[in-house]
């Protein structure tokens, strides 16, 4: 074991410059309950690009350094810095999750030492770098023969799209509509609802999503670039009854379409019109701010609807230690399948902070899907 | 008791007009458990003019018929008929709540016969008729002494005020916001929320309506015209910790405002910056709609939060028979104190079709409050 860790940080400094580096950094020791990490594979998920540039202006960033050792800089709009005061001049730990092997264990030996020298997923604690101490309870052990590069997502992703069926489950809902469908989440969602037999309507804005779910076996899918968008989406509600939904992107008029077409087929067997309309409760969840603009909301859908955020580790507390345990043990038993990740572009921890690099994974395009390999 | 018997009735026909127009109808005869009332007073509120002229554009109102008699109709935009085909060529009833004397009983004893000769408040059934039949559940005895002007409103406005306040206890919020807080509506909820004890932030337009909240001992009044609007009322969520608000609005930014205020108010103690926002639960209900343009989220509040739709029979439905039986009671117990309305203006079942009536009261102009005196 080397004595080199070399971590990614993203610092705001009070001249509203961000500054992305890399770091040397002590190799960790672990307490009892801990194990270190050797990180062989780290997602670029769409929440790790918001602590990556934070408020930036990232058309504005540029690169100085070394190929081997870049700094990237870019300006942060001066509205901005009231609201990251707490950010400011600290060296900001990045990466939700990531997957390696077990280098060193704490004493306890059911717990740290029963995972010596196992691949592991770990969730937390910035993964964006070579070795991370983390307690056993943010790891999941990967069934022999699981890669890293396999269990790299084992969380966010996974538990994100078991927490919605769980969701809808637990709100008495009975089938789903999930907007920007053909994303890595998506792609998961429409696996886990075609094994558990739950009606998915998956929203996409290009026929080559289209075609991508249909040939994984999906049943609904709307296209929102669509002349008949409106009509199509209300007749797949109409077939699943669906009045749950989830939408990473929120700016727009996305979530205000849903809610109308979900209460012009509520409202279809009315006998008598209120105008109160339907009482059929109809519920939105925004899990991510794909469009960071305004969220539109068009009114036709009357008094029964809730619109609210939705993130994960406050969905898993609604749901209950239970249910969390099983939604685990079923990503580590399924995760070269239903919970199978595609990573198109695989990059070092140096590539990441390449402008050329930066400008293709900001775009958070769907179906592109970046990989850091921290150990290359 | 004599025979006749007047309705007022909104028709929409296939000609895309609204028709409002008094018409005589049948001296209801009680089944056991009913009653029927004469209706000596019935308030106009805003949920009532929703009935009332539904889509129509009464810019285009025209008065026809005699003062006594008169005939309205309006245009209705084409774009709306789809929404209304279950109105279309049915004589719709209107008014939601009134008051007067029971004048018939079923044979019922303990239930109707008991109401014989009382003043009732009622809910529901089109009020706006002079003699209405109505089961006795849908009647509240009032106590021996209150007058039906004084009853007319017993039960959307002092219920819904009342839900507010058991809502924000049962969702474990501990200060309210209320947006148009000095209607007759807000007036209660002050009320209510002084006897109760709960921190109750006042939000107004306009100087005159600071003045009358703090002449009845409002404590936090903050005026959304004032340039210092968000300073004020995020310093009011400060002091008071709300983190529930009820907003009769809707349309435009106001929604976003609270919650972003809600959002620098629980996020001035975090050590730490997330992306993620605050873990503080932030709910907007949304009452009303004196505003139905779009609702502009601008999201800089985390993704602990939820707006919804707010209505007072699911309200109900969500607080439990126990708590409506007490609620019900404690308005019957102060309906001339704590959950007394103001009305400014008084007029007869044909002055309601009155064009110069109807500019009056269509614009809803916090302050002002029609009641119908059927009988006059």
Redesign the interface.
């Known amino acids: 074991m080397t004595d080199k860790n070399i971590q990614l940080t993203s610092t705001i400094s009070e001249d509203n410059k961000l500054t992305l580096a890399l770091k040397n950094i002590e190799m960790p020791k672990p307490n009892a309950d801990e194990v270190v990490i050797r990180i062989e594979a780290a997602p670029l998920n769409p929440?790790d690009l918001?602590?990556l540039f934070?408020a930036a202006d990232m058309s504005t960033a540029k690169q100085s350094g070394t190929d081997e050792n870049p700094v990237i800089t870019a300006d942060v709009p001066a509205q901005f810095m009231p609201?990251?005061k707490?950010?400011v001049g600290k060296a900001?730990q990045v990466g939700n999750e990531g997957a390696g092997t077990v280098v060193a264990a704490g004493s306890s030996p059911p717990a740290a030492q029963a995972l010596m020298g196992k691949t592991v997923a770990v969730i937390g604690g910035g993964t964006y770098r070579q070795f991370i101490c983390a307690n056993v309870q943010s790891c999941l052990e990967l069934k022999e023969g699981t890669t890293a590069k396999e269990g790299a997502s084992s969380f966010v992703n996974p538990l994100t799209a078991l927490a919605m069926v769980e969701t809808m489950r637990a709100e008495g809902h009975k089938a789903i509509i999930h907007a920007a469908a053909a994303s890595n989440l998506g792609q998961m969602l429409n696996r886990i609802c075609i094994a558990d037999g739950v009606d998915l309507i998956n929203i996409v804005r290009k026929p080559e999503q289209e075609k991508l779910l249909r040939d994984m076996g999906a049943k609904y899918i709307v296209n929102s670039s669509s002349d008949t968008f409106l009509a199509d989406l209300t007749a797949a509600i109409i077939e699943t009854g669906a009045t749950i939904a989830f939408d990473p992107i929120?700016?727009g008029q996305l979530t205000?379409d849903i809610l109308n077409c979900m209460e012009v087929a509520a409202?279809r067997d009315?006998?008598?019109?209120t105008?109160?309309g339907s009482?059929t409760f109809k519920q939105v969840y925004?899990?991510g701010?794909l469009d960071?603009g305004?969220?539109?909301?068009?009114?036709?859908f009357?008094?029964?609807?809730?619109?609210?955020?939705?993130?994960l580790f406050?969905a898993l507390g609604k749901l209950g230690t239970d249910t969390v345990m099983k939604m685990r043990k079923r990503v580590a038993d399924e995760i070269t399948t239903t919970f199978a990740s595609n990573y198109t572009h695989e990059v070092s921890l140096a590539e990441v902070l390449h402008l050329q690099s930066i400008a293709a994974y900001s775009k958070q395009a769907t179906g592109e899907k970046y990989l850091i390999k921290p150990q290359a």
């Not at 009357?302 to 993130?311: E, H, N, R, T």
């Open positions: 929440s918001g602590v934070s609201s990251l707490t950010r900001t929120g700016g205000s409202a009315i006998k008598e019109h105008i109160y009482d925004i899990y701010a960071r305004p969220i539109t909301l068009n009114r036709n009357g008094f029964a609807w809730a619109v609210s955020g939705f993130l406050n």
